[in-house]
């Protein structure tokens, strides 16, 4: 388990973001209070790895409505962190696994860490991709 912050920094309808590592080990997340439930996900784009929260730790739309990329707009439900709209629409954020103890927010990275996945490939358009890092086989030639 690792801890994030205190329960209090992350006020309703707002979200923290959180980095640890550095390199392919770099582990980010964010927590967010959306109606008064604590959730949290990996900040990572479905669409092409970015961070969401451009500036930092800005994850909620201007209306506070949903969860937006800074990057390319995709919007997300913060409830399930599913994307309606953009680049990545049909597709949903990462849910990490957190809980409160002692006022104290803690991730279990444990059982979502990055480092079970950070060598997974996925294949798009031919190239494989390892997380915002792209080798292309024609590239490669």
Not at 54 to 67: A, S, V
Not at 109 to 118: E, G, Y
């Amino acid at each position: 388990m690792r801890r994030l912050c205190a329960e209090g920094d992350v006020p309703d309808g707002q979200g923290r973001g959180f980095a640890f590592g550095s390199g392919m080990e770099r582990e980010a997340v964010f927590v967010i209070r959306w109606k008064s439930k604590l959730l949290g996900y990996r900040n990572s784009c479905p669409h092409i790895g970015t961070p969401l929260d451009w500036p930092e730790n800005r994850f909620f739309d201007i209306d506070g409505e949903f969860l937006m990329c800074g990057g390319h707009g995709a919007v997300f439900r913060p409830e399930d962190g599913y994307c309606f709209e953009g680049p990545c629409s049909g597709r949903s954020l990462a849910r990490i696994e957190i809980k409160v103890e002692g006022g104290d927010i803690f991730w279990n990275d444990d059982k979502s860490s990055l480092r079970a996945t950070v060598l997974a490939v996925k294949r798009f358009d031919g190239c494989v991709r390892r997380r915002a890092m792209s080798v292309c086989p024609a590239a490669l030639r």
